[in-house]
Every structure is written in C-alpha cells, then in structure tokens.
C-alpha cells in the first residue's frame, strides 16, 4: 500500500503484543546499576528511555531503525538521480520500521502538500512578536499558536479510548510536520526578507518546498536541503529536544505542546543554537586571521576560547566517541559541490587542528566534531545568511524523529515519565557510614 496509515496501523497490534512479551519475560531484569555520578551528572550513561525510532552508538554514530546515513543515501529515494535521501522517505521508514519505495514515499508528499497551509492567525501571531525576537522563539510559539488544530487534544476531551490515542496523535504529527516549511519560511520572509512570503510549489517535495518557500530555488541549494532535513531528524532518545518532547507527551500534553517544548530544548546553545554559533565563532576567526589563517593561529584562536571559559562549539557530545557520522556526510557533501569555498577550507583546518587540542585538556570526553560543526558553512554557500535562523532549520527536521517516536509512544502505551529525584542530604546519608 502507499498509505502510510494503513501501513503503520497493521504494525502497531505486532508491536503492542511484543512490548507485552518483553515485560513479562524481562520485567524483573536489571540494565545497569545507577552510580551517585550518574544522579548528578545529568543521568549520563543511565538506560532508562524506550525509543524505538533510532539508535546511537558510540563509535559507529546514529542508526535509523538501523540504517546507517550512508546506507539511507543509498537505498532512499531521491528526488534527481543519484541525488540525496527525500526526508519523507526517512519518515516513512521511522513510523513503519521499513524501507519506502518511491510510489510510497511520492504518496506522502503529496499527503504532506495536502495538509501544508497555514492558517492567518498564525502569521498574525507572529507579527505581533517584538522584532528582535530570536527565530527559535517565534518557532516554537508558532507551533503553539497551531494548537488549537489539535485532533488529539480534541479527541482526548471528547473521551477517545486510549487505544485509539495514537490515531489522533498520528493525525497531528502530519498536519504538523506537513506545516512546518510553511512555518519556517514564513519567519525567515518575515525576519529578513520584509514579510514578502512564497507560495508553496505543488510540483515540490517537502523539503524542497521549505528551501523554494525561503527564496531559494536553485537545484543544488534544495539538494543540500533534503540532505540537511533527513539527517537532523533523530538522534535517539535521551538527547534534549527529543527527550523534552517525550517528557512532555508523556503527560498526554498534544504534538504541538510536546514539539514545542522540545524546540525551546533545541534552543540550548549546548544543543541545538551550537550550529549558529559554530558560524559565529568561525567569522571572528575570519575577521581576525584572515580567510588563510596558519594553523598555529588557529591553534591560538581555540586554546584563547578555552581558556576564556567557554566551549568550543561543534566538537564534542555527550554519547558519541568518534566524528559525527552527520559531520562526515556534509564534508563529503561539501567535498563535491564546494571544494573551494573558503569557509569549507576554514572548517577542515578546524577539523584538523581542535580534536587534538581538546585532548590536551584532558577533560573532554569526546574531541571529534558534531553535526553543528558542518551545517552553517554549507547554509552560507548557499545563500542562506542568516546563522541566527539556522535552529530552526534543524528543529523542522526534528519534528519527524521525535514526534514519529510520539506516535510509537502512544501506541504502545507509554506511561507518564517521573523518575526518583534525591537531596544532597539522602545521598551523604545513605553513602557516609553515619
Ligand atoms: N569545548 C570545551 N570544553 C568542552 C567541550 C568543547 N567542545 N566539550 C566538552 N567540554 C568540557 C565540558 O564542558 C566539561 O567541562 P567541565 O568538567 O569543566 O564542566 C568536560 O569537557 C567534560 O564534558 P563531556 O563529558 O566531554 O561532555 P558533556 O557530555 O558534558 O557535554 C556537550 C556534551 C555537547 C554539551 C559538550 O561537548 C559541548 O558543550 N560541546 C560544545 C557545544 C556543542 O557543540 N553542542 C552541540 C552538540 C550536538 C547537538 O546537540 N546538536
């Protein structure tokens, strides 16, 4: 079938019963103890989310429902020949655990077209927003002012059966992520373009909607789009966009609440805000060394960031031990389109010159790159200045992991999330001898 509901649908009662098995056969079962560490090191290394969308290893990088990203632009489909991965393609492998072929995936853009407008009010309420306020702000309270759409929240008042929660859920993961170039490109034309907005194209898959809706319609800069859009999607669980969103969902809060309060989560300088001020910190280098710093200058430039007290931003992560597998697939991107560009040669002098530095310190536990050390250098080849806008780039492509896991959550069945919280005074007690 190229109905992704239906599709979906006749996976959940396979899964339901198989999360059943699990329990009972496995309840009882420890994954690893819990350390004082952990409690206060902000639950680093503690298994205690299901999330079956995708999964990261720490050498190896993110696997989606066990794809690699160089498997997945190989066997997606793409939009030229030989071209990137369509994000809607990875979509329908995260809802459905299966590879989509390209009647499929054409099937859900064009259901993803059909439930693209936004409403006025939307635009209204952000216009009414102070102009400085920052891109991600007016994201997140654009998704907001789309609540009210919400079957869920509808649904749920009504008094649906919580088996059918999903159903609904479902509904509002589409129109959501269906609105969400719309949204963007609405901000950006707002923002920096003087509010002249872009009609959709219905010739146009998604993710090429958004970059042609923000003003850019050549080819190339709609290719990088699909790239950029399919590999931001998930990242597993724990992470803070994805875990605040399912924090949140877990109090049966909608798609539009939950979405929201994983972009403020993006919003982080430490998670998301990192490819912005990636390019920020890379155009001081610039304006202070040149385009053709020597790498001594650099290495100066990074131990003077260090010692200053701040991160270097793109390197490092809190799971992964190895370069960004995220990171890899722009450099080769930047490799074939953009061999030349000075900025691309000013990230791969970094590459170079960080990992072995933030080793010296001795203290960070991952020197290698991260996906936000890559993404702006390639925004900015294409046109697309604006670094305080770049979040929200990648919180469009969060939507589809974090709200495909929401449909799984609802699904199967996921209770509310509390975990135990102790005082400083319970831990000296328990661990003292007094
Ligand atoms: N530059 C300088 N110091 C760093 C560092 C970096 N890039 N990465 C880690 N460290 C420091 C930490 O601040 C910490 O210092 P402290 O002991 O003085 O507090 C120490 O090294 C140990 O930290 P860690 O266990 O290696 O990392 P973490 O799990 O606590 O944090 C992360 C992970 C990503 C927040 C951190 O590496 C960082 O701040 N990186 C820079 C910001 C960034 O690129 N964020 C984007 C990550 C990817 C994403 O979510 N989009």
Redesign the pocket.
């Known amino acids: 079938s190229t109905d992704l509901k239906s599709v979906l649908a006749e996976k959940i009662p396979q899964q339901q019963e198989r999360l059943k098995a699990i329990k009972k056969s496995y309840g009882s079962k420890q994954m690893g103890g819990v350390s004082v560490d952990m409690v206060i090191g902000?639950m680093?290394g503690i298994t205690g989310l299901l999330w079956e969308t995708s999964l990261l290893d720490p050498d190896e990088g993110i696997r989606f429902r066990g794809y690699s990203i160089p498997e997945l632009q190989e066997k997606l489909p793409s939009a030229i020949p030989d071209g990137e991965p369509l994000p809607e393609g990875l979509m329908w492998l995260l809802l459905t655990g299966e590879l989509p072929n390209k009647e499929q995936v054409a099937a859900l853009s064009a259901d993803l077209r059909s439930r693209a407008a936004l409403p006025d009010h939307v635009n209204a309420t952000l216009k009414a927003m102070h102009p400085n306020t920052h891109p991600m702000t007016q994201f997140s309270a654009g998704v907001l002012a789309l609540q009210p759409e919400s079957t869920f929240a509808a649904a749920y008042e009504k008094g649906i059966n919580k088996m059918q929660y999903w159903d609904p859920v479902y509904e509002d993961t589409m129109n959501l992520i269906a609105k969400l170039p719309a949204l963007a490109s609405t901000i950006y034309r707002n923002v920096y373009k003087g509010g002249d907005l872009i009609e959709a194209d219905p010739n146009l898959d998604w993710a090429a909607n958004l970059a042609h809706q923000m003003g850019f319609q050549d080819q190339e800069t709609q290719e990088l789009m699909r790239l950029y859009q399919t590999i931001h999607t998930d990242h597993e669980g724990g992470?803070v966009s994805a875990h605040a969103t399912h924090l949140v969902g877990s109090a049966l809060s909608d798609p539009y609440f939950s979405f929201s309060a994983g972009l403020n989560g993006l919003a982080g300088?430490?998670?998301?805000l990192?490819n912005q001020?990636v390019l920020s910190w890379l155009f001081r280098v610039r304006d202070e060394l040149g385009d053709t710093p020597s790498k001594d200058q650099v290495k100066d430039f990074v131990w003077a960031t260090?010692k200053s007290g701040r991160?270097?931003?793109?390197?490092?992560?809190?799971v992964l031990r190895k370069t960004d597998p995220r990171y890899a697939c722009q450099r080769v991107f930047a490799m074939k389109h953009l061999p030349d560009d000075p900025m691309f040669r000013l990230v791969s002098l970094f590459y170079e010159v960080v990992p072995s530095i933030?080793q010296e310190?001795g203290?960070?536990?991952?020197p290698w790159p991260?996906?936000?050390?890559h993404s702006g250098v390639l925004l900015q080849y294409y046109g697309i200045k604006e670094q305080n806008f770049y979040t929200v780039l990648f919180g469009v492509s969060r939507a589809i992991g974090v709200l495909s896991q929401a449909v799984w959550s609802r699904a199967l069945g996921l209770p509310i999330e509390r975990p135990k919280s102790v005082t400083m005074d319970v831990i000296e007690k328990k661990f003292s001898g007094t």
């Open positions: 902000g680093r992470n300088p430490l998670h998301g990192a001020e260090l991160v270097v931003p793109g390197y490092g992560h809190a933030l310190t203290k960070v536990k991952n991260n996906v936000d050390a």
